[in-house]
């Protein structure tokens, strides 16, 4: 009745088996056994059908635009532990996700201490927005001010700032994890002006803006580059308690209870 090692269409086969039950050469859980292999059988032998050229040059396209970001880990937000960190909005951050602050030139603050999510929610939506078609720049904020400070001495500062310029979004890390001299700070806010209300900027930082007075020393020059930051843009507190730390703390208790 049945010829096992060739693959029978489903339809067709089912068809036999009924008719085996019929004529009780077969019981009803027999056929109900070989109609469920059959189907299996049926998902397992689909063809898979090739990616054409079109979607295979998108996603040369969107992996290009995803290395030229030089994220330094790759992060998502299906990988985002929403349950541990109540401070952030699961729907908020899916909207962002869309990327229509960035289609804007508005700007994203990621605010909270280590631990909290909000590099991992940085580069996640920084990885959102190269696939959205978004050219993506990501980088720390000292190593950017130090960047800069190279350029200044070799001359070739405005250029520099023009290439950070033209990107659709820029995103900077640890931002405020370090104090900025006057001269950094300085080159750090003309980037800012360069992109303000053109490109977007998000940041992501352990300070709240209060605390930036210890990042940028001079108290003018720290409000002009929060204006820049903040300015019709959205703000994501990540709270102060690291989930981080937590999940380490539940992991070691379960090591010791067994």
């Not at 029978?8 to 004529?23: F, N, Q, T, Y």
């Not at 349950?83 to 960035?102: K, P, Q, R, S, Y």
């Not at 201490?113 to 939506?125: E, Q, R, V």
């Amino acid at each position: 009745m049945l010829l096992m090692g060739w693959h029978v269409p489903h339809d067709h086969l089912v068809a036999g088996l009924a008719s085996a039950l019929r004529a009780g050469a077969l019981t009803a859980d027999a056929v109900a056994l070989e109609a469920r292999k059959a189907a299996e059988a049926d998902e397992v032998a689909a063809p898979v059908v090739p990616a054409g050229p079109e979607q295979r040059n998108v996603n040369s396209l969107t992996e290009r635009r995803i290395k030229a970001a030089q994220f330094p880990r790759e992060k998502s937000l299906r990988a985002f532990d929403f349950e541990a960190n109540g401070n952030v909005d699961a729907a908020v951050i899916h909207t962002l996700a869309t990327c229509e602050w960035g289609k804007k030139g508005l700007p994203l603050c990621l605010i909270g201490d280590s631990g909290t999510g909000k590099s991992h929610l940085l580069i996640a939506l920084g990885a959102e927005a190269a696939m959205a078609g978004f050219r993506v720049r990501y980088t720390l904020a000292t190593k950017l001010v130090h960047e800069l400070g190279e350029a200044a001495d070799e001359k070739i500062l405005t250029k520099t700032i023009a290439r950070y310029g033209r990107v659709d979004l820029l995103c900077i890390d640890e931002l405020g994890y370090m104090e900025l001299d006057r001269r950094g700070a300085e080159l750090l806010f003309q980037v800012l002006t360069e992109r303000e209300e053109k490109n977007s900027v998000a940041i992501a930082s352990n300070e709240s803006f209060g605390g930036w007075t210890r990042t940028f020393t001079g108290p003018r020059l720290c409000a002009a580059i929060v204006d820049r930051l903040t300015f019709g843009g959205n703000i994501i507190g990540t709270g102060t308690d690291s989930y981080r730390l937590a999940q380490k703390r539940a992991r070691a208790e379960q090591v010791q209870t067994h």
